[in-house]
């Protein structure tokens, strides 16, 4: 079956880094892209972008864009999410998503979620 | 850039059908895609490509696609189907293609 595996809960404090983590099992992890979804407290879904394994061809959504950074590590079948200095405004639940195979396809299998606050 | 218009939320009663709008200009020329999300859970794809059914949803779960809207339909509706539900779309806001998200509704099973 296929399984994406994030990171736990973290707690961090505004101006520190931080990378999370979406680890894929049970499919060609290189062969798909993945996806980060941002969802803050009590709010709807934001597409961050996507990174394909594979290559490493990254497309990030224009709010987005410079806020964060996406990569993969193909050899340990695991993605990346990162800041180089987080704000409270960081704070929210972040999703990695598989793309399915198609053209425009759906998100077919979501991480679990990870957690991240930040907070003074 | 493109926009995805949900109703916040929807009511409906046991045993009804519950029908979940998704609007957006000429929607019907893009391909829509639905998520089921419950409290404290990661969403799920219920319906892909306009009516598609993944395996293990079930059958009371439809879809349709027509000029302007999309419209996610729950037949025979349960207390197990409150909850949020979010359509999706590709288009192009740059040189590539994005997702975009519908703004969600909260579906409440009276």
């Known amino acids: 079956d296929v399984q994406l595996v994030q990171t736990g809960t973290d707690v961090k404090k505004p101006g520190e880094s931080l990378r999370i983590s979406c680890k894929g099992f049970?499919?060609?992890?290189?062969?798909?892209?993945i996806a980060w979804v941002r969802q803050m407290p009590g709010k709807g879904l934001e597409w961050m972008g996507s990174i394909y394994p594979g290559d490493s061809d990254t497309r990030y959504s224009p709010s987005f864009q410079g806020q964060v950074t996406m990569s993969a590590d193909e050899s340990n079948t695991t993605a990346y999410l990162e800041w180089s200095s987080l704000k409270a405004s960081d704070t929210a639940m972040y999703f990695c998503?598989?793309?399915?195979?198609?053209?425009?396809?759906?998100?077919?299998?979501w991480g679990q979620g990870t957690l991240v606050t930040v907070s003074s | 850039s493109y926009v995805l218009t949900q109703a916040p939320s929807v009511s409906v009663a046991p045993g009804e059908t519950a029908r979940l709008s998704c609007g957006g200009h000429?929607?019907?020329?893009?391909?829509v895609h639905w998520y089921q999300q419950k409290p404290g859970q990661a969403p799920v794809v219920v319906i892909s490509?306009?009516?598609d059914r993944p395996s293990g949803i079930p059958e009371r779960f439809s879809g349709s696609n027509s000029g302007n809207t999309a419209t996610l339909t729950i037949s025979r509706v349960e207390a197990g189907d409150e909850a949020d539900y979010f359509c999706q779309v590709w288009d192009r806001v740059t040189e590539h293609q994005e997702v975009i998200f519908g703004g969600g509704t909260k579906l409440t099973v009276l």
């Open positions: 490509f306009d009516s």
């Open positions: 000429n929607i019907v020329s893009k391909s």
């Open positions: 998503a598989r793309h399915g195979p198609s053209p425009r396809p759906q998100l077919d299998n």
């Open positions: 049970g499919y060609r992890f290189d062969m798909y892209w």
